[in-house]
């Protein structure tokens, strides 16, 4: 199938950088033409779809570095999946990852899951057309006996047990490898959220057999004991880092200085419901939280976007929500979507292949109503998600 789609304005690149009355040409899976309207319309075959937003703008599809597919985001995350069997659970993963879709995000990562349920879910959506984002899954999350997320079948008590894991991970045919550096909040019963999980060693062991796999590696990290590990291992992504001690926060400035100096993006999981996260945890330590993030970036650390959701109030079609927290931490609308286009695409090792509008690239991209380089909130005026060639019109929701 060959689409014309045309629009008051494309963003074409990093920084905000925009085409007006511009048009993009897709042949099968991939962009063919990204210029001027004229210009591309004459590359157009006559049985080319035309689909024409004059007051919208078009840009890359979103990529959503941090959810849990198999997790409801309901109250008692962790009680319905340990209630609900494979079947039904892998039924609802895709209608959540549905919601992802209707809401622009072309492109998921998927951070610990059940029995490789994401896997096939990411096998059927890319094999079979079940309509929903492209999905890069990291299998069952590594973790200790009764750690953070021991529920996905993770647990591990061993250096042996450990390169076992991440072997059947890889062999399985994961994206990414995962490991709970620390402790982390809907685990009841677990180690708290700034309890180191491993040692430095044991997580240079995971690197280490993840690499010979080719694969990265993402470690869940709240507290400074567990970043420090993670950083030293030599880790991918970092997810949340919050920096947190059994007395508050230890934030270390050399430790930022690595980060920044190794290029370890950082993803914080702000949950789209990050306002009422702030009132529950305490508006003065969640603003200190929030704000020690925009001193990272103003530090060189690279910033991420990511939603965390599957757990309690992080819905998944609140995508948007969670790139108004980067607005919130200062970030422009500009540095926003590229924390969710280009720089995810880097972050997350497929910036070769999606994150911005260009030949040759994936068709993966949304059309919005309004102009999101002014205002992020016009990014929930969704009229077309396209995905790998295939375009989708969600539901009519108010804005």
């Known amino acids: 199938m060959e689409y014309l789609i045309s629009a008051g304005q494309v963003v074409t690149g990093p920084g905000g950088q925009r085409l007006r009355d511009g048009a993009v040409l897709v042949r099968g899976e991939r962009i063919v033409g990204v ?6 319309k004459v590359l157009a075959s006559p049985e ?97 006996p009764g750690g953070h997320c021991w529920f996905f079948g993770g647990e591990v008590d061993s250096e042996a047990a450990l390169r076992e894991l991440v072997r059947r991970n890889a062999e399985e045919g994961v994206d990414v490898i995962k490991v ?21 060693a044991e997580l240079h062991l995971v690197v280490a057999e993840a690499r010979k796999a080719g694969l990265p ?24 880092c919050t920096w947190m001690a059994q007395d508050g926060f230890d934030v270390r400035p050399d430790l930022v200085a690595e980060i920044a100096a190794k290029e370890i993006r ?17 508006v003065e330590r969640a603003e200190e939280m929030f704000g020690r993030l925009r001193w990272m970036a103003d530090q060189g650390v690279r910033l991420i976007a990511g939603t965390d959701a599957g757990v309690t109030h992080a819905v998944f079609d609140g995508f ?6 980067f607005r919130h931490i200062g970030l422009s609308p500009a540095e926003a979507i590229d924390s969710a286009t280009v720089e995810a695409a880097l972050a997350l090792g497929i910036a070769s292949d999606t994150g911005r509008l260009s030949p040759g690239y994936r068709a993966d991209l949304l059309a919005v109503t309004g102009d999101p380089l002014s205002d992020l909130a ?11 060639g295939r375009p989708h019109t969600p539901p009519t929701k108010r804005r």
């Open 35 to 40: 210029g001027p309207r004229p210009d591309i």
């Open 48 to 144: 080319a779809t035309t689909m024409a937003f004059p007051n919208g703008t078009l840009l890359p599809g979103l990529i959503d570095c941090h959810v849990h597919l198999a997790l409801d985001a309901g109250p008692d995350p962790v009680t319905a999946l340990l209630d609900t069997d494979d079947a039904d659970l892998l039924a609802g993963m895709a209608k959540r990852a549905r919601q992802l879709l209707d809401s622009g995000v072309t492109t998921v990562r998927d951070l610990g899951d059940r029995n490789g349920l994401a896997l096939r879910l990411r096998d059927s959506i890319a094999r079979d057309g079940v309509l929903g984002p492209r999905i890069l899954s990291a299998g069952t999350p590594l973790t200790r």
């Open 180 to 200: 709970m550096a620390t402790g982390g909040g809907i685990t009841k019963g677990g180690p708290p959220v700034w309890q180191a999980q491993f040692t430095t």
């Open 217 to 240: 590696v993402a470690a869940h990290a709240h507290g400074t004991a567990g970043i420090e590990a993670a950083v030293a291992a030599g880790v991918t992504t970092l997810e949340h």
């Open 266 to 282: 950082v993803c914080p999981a702000a949950s789209p419901d990050w306002r009422g996260f702030a009132e529950r945890f305490g």
């Open 320 to 325: 948007v929500s969670s790139l108004e927290f």
């Open 378 to 388: 016009d990014l929930r005026d969704v009229r077309l998600v396209m995905s790998a």
